[in-house]
């Protein structure tokens, strides 16, 4: 695994954990506070990286776990160099054809308050509907992993939806602080 992957695992696991009241062994503020040793994301460069898919979904799941999965908008300000990666990765995800990495970013976009009359929303919500299946999923509909099927279908729903934002705000305050100083720190 890339350290992309295990970083958003534990982000992830330590989200759910403590959502949940389950303790772990570390808290999700220590764990995101490894987000200026992921930095930079280097992107696709022509298909020469090979952890940009990592890198991207590590960034989608900064943006879940801080905006409590699609309850909160946040500020560009908060993570600029996420809110750049993400409009930068757009366009490549429609290029590599990944419907799935589409409804992410375009997710993403939409909680760092990019609206559906943004060009680049409607590019890419464009691009969804035109590879939707005929059945109305997304993914390969030969697939024989059901992952392969719901998946890109639960995100490529997500990029398309509208959205109940609940204000702009973060699911854990307590990193406020760390992201202030980050972002001022470029």
Same mark, same amino acid.
Not at 78 to 94: G, I, N
């Given at each position: 695994m890339s350290?992309?992957?295990?970083? %958003?695992? @534990?982000? =992830?696991? =330590? !989200? =759910? &954990?403590?959502? %949940? $009241? #389950?303790? /772990? +062994? &570390?808290?999700? @503020?220590? #764990?995101? $506070?490894?987000?200026? @040793?992921?930095?930079? !994301?280097? $992107?696709?460069?022509? $298909?020469r990286n090979p952890d940009w898919y990592d890198e991207v979904y590590a #960034? =989608?799941?900064?943006? %879940?776990?801080?905006?409590? %999965?699609?309850? !909160?908008?946040? +500020?560009?300000?908060?993570?600029? /160099?996420?809110f750049a990666f993400m409009k930068e990765s757009l366009r490549e995800a429609m290029a590599t054809d990944d419907a799935e990495m589409t409804g992410e970013i375009l997710d993403a976009l939409k909680a760092f308050k990019l609206g559906d009359e943004h060009a680049l929303i409607r590019e890419g919500m464009d691009y969804l509907l035109a590879c939707q299946n005929a059945d109305g999923s997304w993914g390969d509909p030969e697939a024989g992993w059901i992952y392969a099927r719901y998946h890109p279908t639960w995100t490529a729903i997500d990029g398309l939806r509208e959205h109940d934002w609940r204000g702009t705000r973060l699911r854990f305050p307590e990193v406020k602080t760390f992201l202030l100083q980050q972002a001022h720190a470029r």
């Amino acid at each position: 695994m890339s350290r992309y992957v295990v970083w %958003y695992d @534990a982000l =992830t696991r =330590t !989200y =759910t &954990g403590e959502c %949940y $009241g #389950v303790a /772990a +062994s &570390g808290r999700f @503020a220590d #764990v995101f $506070g490894w987000l200026p @040793a992921m930095r930079p !994301y280097r $992107g696709r460069e022509e $298909g020469r990286n090979p952890d940009w898919y990592d890198e991207v979904y590590a #960034v =989608t799941h900064i943006v %879940y776990t801080l905006n409590d %999965y699609d309850r !909160y908008q946040l +500020s560009p300000r908060w993570l600029p /160099a996420e809110f750049a990666f993400m409009k930068e990765s757009l366009r490549e995800a429609m290029a590599t054809d990944d419907a799935e990495m589409t409804g992410e970013i375009l997710d993403a976009l939409k909680a760092f308050k990019l609206g559906d009359e943004h060009a680049l929303i409607r590019e890419g919500m464009d691009y969804l509907l035109a590879c939707q299946n005929a059945d109305g999923s997304w993914g390969d509909p030969e697939a024989g992993w059901i992952y392969a099927r719901y998946h890109p279908t639960w995100t490529a729903i997500d990029g398309l939806r509208e959205h109940d934002w609940r204000g702009t705000r973060l699911r854990f305050p307590e990193v406020k602080t760390f992201l202030l100083q980050q972002a001022h720190a470029r």
